[in-house]
């Protein structure tokens, strides 16, 4: 994927004043992402988003070439962290093993998803209805089959239970995984740490009491 | 919540002839739900709904009275299925563990989004942006706690662990249920009841061979 040029960075002087918006690239970027969850990508127009920013519909193209350039940098932002998760536990030491590293993608997949919630709510809702959408939806089919063979390994090597389709393990592990960006925000009553190891305990222990 | 009175029939005599398309309010709930899936709700006019079912603007009016009492219709078919799931394992014999009832929760759950998948989908997206959404939140939010008060019912028998807070539980245990709406397709390659039996496998024993 070419990645258009950034747009030049907007000057914070005189713009940051009081009462005279001034809004650098991340500013637009996480506003615009609250508005797509909130009302759609499909939803949502550029005016709104400038009213959003309390600019102009013609000054917002000074901060942003187009909704898609916003789109495609919040669908990168997700995908980046779940790529470099995966990448991380297919890429480690050949000592460990293929349990570990599935519990270490389920541990890590937790931290991006807490650290860039509103950009990974945006990429699970994405439908493929535009070539960025598309392209991210390719890039989710690349993680998820990075998974699916993780899962296979772990099974391969006696650490995981034989009786259920590795590919259906996967989409319903990382489907429990994937719903906390429904309901968890940050600085709430539950930290990260307690959340990834509540998913690990459930998925991998199971609820049932064995005593 | 008011039930408004349902609009008339169309008659399906004449509609009904090749050219001169003829929808009957079944049909048009589900493509009005198709939709909103695919564009958003927000995203999807009346105008567009006409054009999908290659009426004109103002003769979508002879079918629905407005684009929310399509969304009430839908919200509704999805939270009675799993209103009723819930009230079935609430009201369960004296004699039948809360274990056990969880399970059938669980089962019945999947069934429900098997079943009417694609209002559940829509149920799921909704975040609160009109009465009809707020009143469907209000309806789920009361599902929700009834699932755990379940959880910790059987916590409290013995049956399920106790180091994972139950409202982590239910959540996580239903999020997992509930991701299954983004990618399980009727007639695919995965059979409802390997469904179900994948979810409570994982869930209640955990992925861990534990030979």
Do not use: C
Not at 1 to 10: G, I, Q, R
Not at 64 to 73: A, G, I, N, W
Not at 155 to 169: F, H, I, N, T, Y
């Amino acid at each position: 994927m070419t990645e258009p040029a950034p747009p030049p960075a907007v000057p914070s002087g005189a713009g940051a004043r009081r009462g005279r918006p001034g809004h650098d690239q991340e500013t637009v970027l996480r506003r615009a992402v609250e508005l797509f969850n909130r009302q759609g990508y499909e939803g949502t127009s550029m005016g709104d988003l400038a009213r959003e920013l309390g600019l102009t519909k013609s000054a917002i193209y000074h901060h942003v070439p187009s909704k898609s350039h916003l789109l495609e940098q919040a669908l990168d932002e997700a995908l980046d962290g779940l790529t470099a998760v995966v990448e991380t536990a297919v890429e480690a030491a050949p000592g460990r093993s293929a349990y570990d590293r599935l519990r270490d993608v389920v541990a890590g997949s937790v931290e991006v998803l807490v650290a860039h919630q509103p950009a990974v709510t945006l990429l699970l809702r994405v439908r493929g209805n535009s070539d960025v959408e598309l392209e991210a939806l390719r890039r989710r089919r690349w993680v998820d089959a990075r998974l699916t063979d993780l899962v296979q390994e772990a099974v391969d090597e006696g650490s995981l239970r034989a009786d259920v389709p590795p590919d259906l393990v996967s989409r319903l592990l990382f489907g429990m995984v994937n719903s906390l960006v429904e309901w968890y925000r940050p600085g709430g009553p539950v930290d990260a740490a307690v959340l990834s190891g509540a998913i690990a305990t459930i998925a991998f222990d199971g609820l049932a009491n064995h005593r």
